[in-house]
């Protein structure tokens, strides 16, 4: 069984900086691209950041500048740094990965952890 558990959510003021950790757990793994996603309320799911093995990352326009993506494949883990938090930034934030194990690939997502910016 597969697991993303996200971490370093919370409560920030706008200027503001929070440290996002997700990490999988599982025997046999080989994590492929991991990213992080975001759903605010009244509204679809979207992309924040995604990064590949290989460290190439890719970022939505809204955060490029602001956030960085980055893994540690040691630690099967994906950050993501926020930085000059916005109001708008506030979100359900989702961990994803795709994963090979025992031959098949799969899609895996976290439970999400919230990120409140407000003054």
């Known amino acids: 069984q597969v697991q993303l558990v996200e971490s370093g959510g919370g409560l920030v003021q706008p200027g503001g900086s929070l440290r996002l950790s997700c990490a999988a757990s599982g025997s046999n793994l080989w994590i492929g691209t991991m990213g992080w996603y975001r759903q605010a309320p009244g509204k679809e799911r979207e992309l924040v950041a995604t990064i590949t093995r290989g460290g190439n990352t890719n970022y939505a326009d809204s955060v490029k500048g602001r956030f960085t993506i980055s893994r540690d494949n040691t630690k099967n883990t994906v950050y993501l740094q926020m930085n000059s938090l916005k109001p708008e930034d506030t979100a359900v934030y989702y961990c994803?990965?795709?994963?090979?194990?025992?031959?098949?690939?799969?899609?895996?997502w976290g439970h999400g952890t919230q990120v409140t910016v407000s003054s």
């Open positions: 994803h990965a795709n994963v090979l194990r025992f031959g098949v690939l799969d899609d895996y």
